[in-house]
C-alpha cells in the first residue's frame, strides 16, 4: 500500500513491515531494534547473545526444545544427547515439550522438590551425565512464588554436563526480581511480555553465542533468519518500553509488591486463621501468594470473589472440563482436597493501601460466607 504524503509517520510506523527498505519502513526497523536493546539490558544479556522475539515464553520454550532435540540428533552416532532433565514444578510450556520428546526416545528425568517447593539436589546431580541434552529449570513458579537458585544449578550442568543446553523459563520472574542472563550462566532464557507490562501475544528467547541456533519458523529473513514472518511492531515496541521501565524501576517495584503481599497475608492470616501459605513472602516472588483455605473449594472461592470484584486464580487447572489439583501443588505433597483449596493471589505494583487491603478483606469474607453456607447445609 502507498502511504500518502498526509499520513502520520507514528501510526503507519507500528503497522508497517520492518524488511522494507523505504523511509517508513526502515523507521520501524529501527524502533524494533531499540526495543531489542531494551529486553537486552532488562536481562543482562550480552551483545554476542540472540534476543529473538516471539509470541511469548510458551512459543520459546518449545523452541528450545525442539533445538535440543536437533542437537541431539546431530549427535546420535556418537550414542549422546538422549536425556532431557525438568523439575516437577515446571509450567506445561515446559513439561509437555519435555514429555514429547520422551516420547520420541528422549528419556526423561523429573527432579521432585519437597513439601517446601525446594529441589532435591541430590536427584538433581545424579541425574546428569554424558547424554544430557536439555536441562530445565524455571526462576520462579508461577503458582507459588517460589525461586529456584538457577546460578548455582547452571554451574552444577557446566560441571557434570557440559555438553547440555542449560535452559531457564524466566515468564514469572522478569520485573519481580533481577535476572542477569550472563550471572546466572544459563545458554537460553525464555520470557512473555505480559508479565511485566507489555500486552499479551509478545515475547523472546534468549540464547548464548555458543548454543547453535537454528529458525524457530522457516520462510523469511526475520530476526536474523531465526522466525521468519513479518514482526509484530507494535508489540516489540511496547515490549521495549515496558522493559526499560521494568528495569529502571525494579528496586521499588519489588518494594512495593512485597510489602503488599505482606500486608494481605497478614490479613489473611489474622480473618482465618487456618489459612496455610505455600511458600515464603520474604524468599519467594514479591507480588505471589499460594493459600489454601482447607474446606473451601478454590473454583467457587475464585468465582465468589470475582463478583466482589477481586481477580484471583485458582491452583487447579481445568482439563477437558473436568478439574485437576495443581501438578504444581500435588509436587510439594498436597493432597487433591488441599490442592482444590487453593488459590493464587498475585498483586501489581505500586498498589494503593486501600486496593490491598480491600482486596484482603473481601477473600477474609468470601470465605467466612463460603463456610457459613456449608454449614448450613449441612444441617
Request: aromatic share 4%; net charge neutral; charged share 20%.
Amino acid at each position: 500500500m502507498l502511504i500518502g504524503a498526509g499520513a502520520d509517520p507514528k501510526v503507519c510506523e507500528t503497522s508497517l513491515n520492518p524488511s522494507a527498505i523505504h523511509r517508513l519502513g526502515q523507521r520501524a526497523k529501527a524502533m524494533v531494534e531499540a526495543a531489542r536493546e531494551e529486553v537486552r539490558a532488562l536481562v543482562g544479556a550480552p551483545k554476542s547473545a540472540h534476543v529473538i522475539f516471539c509470541s511469548g515464553a510458551t512459543e520459546a520454550n518449545n523452541h528450545i526444545f525442539t533445538l535440543a532435540a536437533r542437537g541431539a540428533r546431530a549427535r546420535a552416532s556418537t550414542g549422546v544427547g538422549k536425556q532431557i532433565v525438568v523439575t516437577s514444578f515446571e509450567h506445561p510450556a515446559v513439561l509437555e515439550p519435555a514429555q514429547e520428546l520422551a516420547r520420541l526416545g528422549s528419556s526423561l528425568a523429573i527432579i521432585p522438590v519437597d513439601t517446601s517447593g525446594v529441589l532435591d539436589q541430590a536427584a538433581f546431580e545424579k541425574a546428569l551425565g554424558t547424554d544430557t541434552q536439555i536441562v530445565s529449570v524455571m526462576c520462579a513458579n508461577n503458582e507459588t512464588g517460589l525461586r529456584f537458585p538457577v546460578a548455582s544449578l547452571a554451574r552444577t550442568v557446566k560441571e557434570k554436563a557440559p555438553q547440555a543446553i542449560f535452559h531457564t523459563d524466566a515468564a514469572q520472574a522478569i520485573g519481580k526480581m533481577p535476572v542477569n542472563f550472563a550471572e546466572l550462566g544459563v545458554d537460553a532464557l525464555s520470557l512473555s511480555g505480559h508479565k511485566f507490562g507489555a500486552p499479551a501475544g509478545i515475547g523472546a528467547l534468549i540464547l548464548a553465542e555458543s548454543v547453535a541456533a537454528y529458525p524457530m519458523i522457516r520462510g523469511g529473513t526475520q530476526e536474523s533468519r531465526l522466525r521468519g514472518g513479518t514482526e509484530n511492531v507494535l508489540g516489540i515496541v511496547a515490549i521495549g518500553v515496558a522493559a526499560r521501565e521494568a528495569r529502571t524501576s525494579l528496586t521499588e517495584r519489588i518494594e512495593s509488591m512485597r510489602s503488599g503481599a505482606a500486608l494481605v497475608w497478614q490479613e489473611i492470616s489474622s480473618g482465618v486463621p487456618d489459612a496455610l501459605l505455600r511458600g515464603s513472602i520474604d524468599a519467594g516472588l514479591p507480588n505471589t501468594l499460594s493459600v489454601t483455605f482447607p474446606g473451601c473449594n478454590a473454583d467457587d472461592l475464585v468465582v465468589a470473589l470475582d463478583i466482589a470484584g477481586v481477580c484471583v486464580s485458582a491452583g487447579a487447572a481445568c482439563s477437558s472440563g473436568k478439574p485437576d489439583p495443581s501438578h504444581v501443588l500435588r509436587a510439594m505433597g498436597l493432597t487433591g482436597a488441599e490442592a482444590r483449596s487453593t488459590i493464587r493471589i498475585s498483586l501489581e505494583p505500586f498498589m494503593d493501601r486501600e486496593t490491598v487491603l480491600r482486596g484482603a478483606d473481601a477473600i477474609v469474607k468470601s470465605v467466612a460466607l463460603m463456610r457459613e453456607q456449608r454449614c448450613a447445609h449441612a444441617v
